[in-house]
């Protein structure tokens, strides 16, 4: 008996691509400064099985004659360290802390490895600047089983779902929608983001690509912004960064919830809850 087709996360357990932690630091850290802190840390993270991966950049200057012309990038970030597979990497700019992963399967050893990782760093760097903003990042895939011809996006995303662009939803093939939007949430400014994107991938390259549904979804929480409220410069430490991802974590999944079916919230466990 043949089945029908439908989506199913673009892992057996989750729909997690990729999940990315930042905080964002202000003015940046100097450059000599910069270099030293991010020294400690290389042999630190050494220790610790990472790795650091070489960055190449460019910059570029126009000539009098209006030519332009390559020239070494300036020195002074980032670095980036990498766990062996490569899944996992540490980035660290003069003016940002990056935590990513493609290995994401639960929210607590996630946060774990922020809190053993870039707590320790993000206090060096406290020492001279400030915390400008938190940000929690996720990307969600599903694939459908199908083709085109009968392709189905009602049957991983709500109807009438109110982050989506009306126009867009009513494409019948690749399509993609971007809303964003600034809200007050407590004292902090908080930026949200949410992109769907209706495109063919290929999981083996020995295979046609599959239609699939990729949601990336995003929170922002930026203190003393005015008009929002205002935070002490003592309270802007490694606590706040943790209870602003705690809280994002849980307002991320409730959008998520909001965006895809119940069938397929189920399917995925995500158990949405409303952020305090």
């Known amino acids: 008996m043949s089945t029908q087709p439908h989506f199913a996360p673009v892992f057996p357990r989750h ?3 990729r999940c990315a932690a930042s905080v964002a630091l202000a003015p940046a850290v100097p450059q000599k400064a910069f270099e030293k802190i991010a020294n400690s840390m290389e042999g630190r993270l050494r220790s610790q099985d990472f790795q650091s991966q070489a ?3 460019l910059a570029f200057q126009v000539n009098p ?3 332009v012309a390559s020239i070494p990038a300036p020195v002074g970030g980032p670095r980036v360290f990498s766990l062996p597979d490569q899944t996992t990497t540490f980035s660290v700019a003069p003016d940002n802390l990056v935590w990513a992963t493609h290995s994401y399967v639960r929210w607590q050893p996630f946060i774990g ?7 320790p760093a993000l206090a060096e760097f406290l020492e001279i600047v400030s915390i400008a903003g938190v940000r929690l990042e996720y990307w969600d895939r599903f694939v459908w089983s199908g083709t085109w011809a009968d392709f189905d996006v009602q049957k991983v995303l709500r109807a009438n779902c109110t982050y989506l662009a009306p126009e867009a939803v009513r494409q019948s093939r ?3 929608s971007h809303s964003g939007w600034f809200g007050k949430e407590g004292d902090l400014r908080r930026l949200t983001n949410v992109n769907v994107d209706v495109v063919d991938v290929t999981q083996d390259p020995a295979l046609q690509g599959r239609p699939s549904v990729g949601i990336y979804s995003s929170l922002v929480d930026q203190p003393n912004i005015p008009d929002y409220g205002r935070t002490s410069a003592s309270a802007l430490n ?3 960064v943790v209870e602003r991802l705690e809280n994002q974590h849980l307002a991320l999944k409730d959008i998520l919830g909001d965006i895809i079916t119940d069938e397929m919230a189920s399917r995925i466990e995500l158990n949405a809850r409303k952020a305090p």
């Open 238 to 240: 490694e606590g706040f």
């Open 113 to 119: 490895a922020i809190e053993r990782y870039v707590l």
């Open 15 to 17: 729909a997690i691509e």
């Open 55 to 57: 960055v190449s950049s």
């Open 174 to 176: 690749q399509w993609h």
């Open 65 to 67: 004659d209006g030519s």
